[in-house]
């Protein structure tokens, strides 16, 4: 019913274009002016209401006096310019009936501040919602699979949009000139990020492009002064001229693609100062690519393959992952399972690349898990955490030491940092990176039985390694740093 259910509207829309709102198929019901699409089908679409205030709320059907015989109709659309320029509307309310909001169906409605968009709506036009400045937030359902050129451009306060996973591509300046925007995902479904389409979205600070993802049009990304990281899925096929121009705090590109692709010079104006990011043997081939041989540095990282909560694995073999990078876009406390599920399939972690973290300096407690698999064999790679100086705690729950690298962790983190570990001689006496660090804690053994906290500094950590406020601490085993180093307390 819903395909035979659309062929009848997009008839019926086909006999009244070029025509405009007939005045004679126009009638009101309960206080909003409707269109009469066809009578013979029993459909209609909700016509221009210029006047119309307050919290609005579309029926699914309404009445049509037909020559005296009333007619059911269902609303199966927000016609064109509906409500375009009117300030009284505060909120709307669709119903699951309507599949299409026309062009410039509520454009410059400056206070409407909420959209139920309902479960139906297949189609958003061309500058649908440009210019509402009191919406801050959008949730379109999954059923959205298209959104016209400057669908939700120019909402000045629009902080968060969430789209469902049906849409194909962010269309022309989608959400241009949104300077409050901090969050937006992109669903798996979108194949094309269109011209200008995130321009001027000045508060946005990550942009999580999907895998399967094929162009970045000209500008699509041009001008967002938050954004401190991207990484370039490997199924981009092209990046237009003017990428992330002006984007002033990106400090790393990913770029995972088999091979560089063509890029213009105003791409990446700022890419002295960025770090790029490749797979491992690709180093060369970037260096010598116009363009990419801006970066200050080049470093290379195992190829990823699967991206899970900001971590990305890749599968050296059938049984386990290695951590290939992790995102700066994680936050302060890191935390690397001993397994993940990836494809339905469960691995056991086995280790962490080279480069993993690279200036990811924004950590500030990791935590390596060995739950289940405290036994076995982990690698870590060379400057995995070399340029995270900020990591003040280190928990790792593997007995053997893991195999690891001098220059695993930086300098300041050696000299500040505690580790909390199964068996501090083992980690004390072991090669590389273990010995250098000053402050150990260990794993189930309590350094003090505590019952006042008001003489404790700042600085408490709980055994994974994430720092906590010691005067909201609840009974329990905790990390306090003292004037002597580390020790681990039980709180009562």
């Known amino acids: 019913m819903k395909t035979n259910f659309k062929i009848v509207f997009l008839t019926a829309l086909g006999l009244l274009a070029g025509v405009g709102y007939v005045s004679a198929q126009e009638f009101v019901y309960n206080g909003i002016n409707y269109q009469v699409v066809s009578v013979a089908e029993k459909v209609a679409r909700v016509a221009k209401n210029p006047v119309a205030s307050g919290e609005i709320v579309i029926p699914s059907s309404v009445i049509f006096d037909n020559n005296g015989s009333p007619v059911d109709l269902r609303v199966i659309a927000i016609g064109e310019s509906a409500f375009e320029s009117n300030s009284l509307i505060k909120s709307v309310k669709i119903p699951d009936t309507v599949e299409v909001i026309e062009n410039y169906a509520f454009d410059e409605c400056d206070n409407l501040a909420s959209v139920d968009f309902g479960s139906s709506i297949t189609s958003i036009g061309d500058c649908a919602f440009r210019n509402c400045s009191s919406l801050a937030e959008i949730d379109l359902s999954p059923s959205v699979e298209s959104v016209g050129k400057f669908g939700f451009g120019y909402c000045g306060n629009l902080k968060r949009a969430y789209i469902g996973e049906s849409l194909k591509v962010i269309s022309y300046a989608m959400f241009a000139n949104n300077f409050e925007l901090e969050h937006v995902n992109i669903p798996e479904t979108v194949t094309e990020i269109g011209v200008s389409a995130f321009s001027d979205c000045w508060s946005l600070q990550e942009l999580n492009l999907p895998e399967g993802l094929k162009s970045i049009r000209v500008s699509a990304i041009y001008r967002c002064k938050s954004l401190k990281e991207i990484i370039i899925p490997s199924t981009v ?62 470093l290379e990282i195992m190829a990823p393959e699967s991206l899970i909560d900001g971590v990305a694995y890749t599968r050296p073999d059938n049984e386990t992952v290695t951590v290939a990078y992790i995102s700066s876009t994680i936050g302060e406390n890191v935390t690397i399972p001993a397994n993940i599920e990836i494809g339905g399939v469960n691995y056991d972690v086995a280790g962490i690349g080279l480069n993993a973290a690279v200036m990811n300096d924004d950590i500030t407690s990791l935590s390596i898990s060995a739950e289940g698999n405290d036994d076995a064999a982990y690698v870590i790679g060379e400057n995995s955490f070399a340029n995270c100086t900020g990591i003040s705690h280190v928990s790792c729950g593997y007995i053997v030491p893991p195999v690891a690298s001098d220059n695993s962790f930086a300098t300041e983190v050696y000299e500040n940092a505690t580790i909390t570990v199964p068996d501090s001689d083992a980690y004390r006496n072991a090669a590389a990176c273990w010995g250098r660090f000053k402050n150990y804690a260990v794993t189930g053994a309590v350094n003090e039985l505590v019952t006042d906290i008001d003489e404790w500094g700042d600085e408490v950590y709980t055994l994974s390694g994430l720092k906590v406020n010691k005067d909201n601490l609840s009974p329990g085993i905790y990390i306090r740093k003292t004037s002597n180093g580390f020790v681990k307390v039980i709180v009562r």
Request: overall charge negative; hydrophobic content about 35%.
């Open 237 to 298: 096929t092209g990046i237009g001229m003017s990428n992330f121009w002006k984007c002033d705090n990106l400090r790393k590109v990913m770029s995972l693609t088999p091979q560089p692709l063509a890029i213009d010079e105003g791409n990446f104006s700022q890419s002295p100062n960025e770090i790029l990011v490749v797979p491992e043997g690709l180093k060369d081939a970037y260096m010598e690519m116009e363009g990419w041989n801006k970066f200050g540095k080049i």
